[in-house]
């Protein structure tokens, strides 16, 4: 079983993109729609303070009067944050999501934000790693003992 640290290693992008706390809501939506990405994390300065998903967005508009235009990130993000760190694997953290029902995870090493990952993330490790059991155990049926 890898751990996070090595998944967050063969991500083919491993940039995180971040707002801040003031940032207008609408102007979040618009960065992780350019970036086709469903959260951000909420900065300040070095320190994840919040996150915001698309999740947290729709069900903002969904239960307020008031205009997106009003609102600011800090009124509807998540906080505080479950974090990981490097070492954990990546079953501990497939737990931590579904108990929590999160998507995402910051990953902290040593105080500092060192990637973020998704429930992809892990679904898609999960599938190569099947993948490959599989491929060994249809040599191993096929006395292809290499």
Do not use: W
């Amino acid at each position: 079983m890898k751990t996070i640290m090595q998944i967050l290693k063969d991500k083919a992008d491993q940039t995180v993109f971040t707002t801040t706390a003031e940032t207008p809501v609408r102007d979040a939506a618009a960065l992780m729609a350019q970036k086709n990405i469903g959260a951000l994390l909420v900065m300040d300065g070095s320190q994840v303070v919040g996150i915001v998903s698309e999740r947290d967005i729709a069900r903002e508009l969904a239960t307020t009067e008031r205009p997106v235009k009003q609102l600011a990130v800090r009124e509807i993000m998540s906080a505080p944050v479950k974090v990981v760190h490097p070492q954990h694997t990546s079953a501990q953290c497939m737990a931590l999501m579904t108990e929590g029902r999160m998507r995402h995870l910051p990953v902290i090493d040593d105080g500092k934000l060192v990637g973020l990952l998704s429930i992809g993330d892990l679904v898609k490790d999960i599938i190569s790693e099947q993948e490959f059991i599989i491929d060994q155990l249809e040599h191993y049926i096929a006395g292809d003992r290499a």
